[in-house]
């Protein structure tokens, strides 16, 4: 199940309770297999990171 172990989060706000204000949720970071712009193969962390705000 994705998310189980903290690799993603999920944040929830109440509008009527909250009018302004904003929430940054930062997931656990893994390691990903990418290709550099030289076209070489390597590994390196990514981490998911979300920005919500309420006006």
């Given at each position: 199940?994705e998310?189980?172990?903290?690799?993603?989060?999920i944040?929830?706000?109440?509008?009527?309770?909250?009018t302004?204000?904003?929430?940054?949720?930062?997931?656990?970071?893994?390691?990903?297999?990418?290709?550099?712009?030289d076209?070489?193969f390597?590994?390196?962390?990514q981490?998911?990171?979300?920005?919500?705000?309420?006006?």
């Open positions: 199940m998310g189980a172990c903290g690799e993603s989060t944040s929830v706000y109440s509008p009527m309770y909250i302004q204000g904003a929430i940054m949720a930062v997931g656990a970071s893994k390691p990903t297999s990418i290709v550099d712009k076209g070489y390597s590994v390196k962390s981490m998911l990171v979300s920005f919500s705000c309420l006006k």
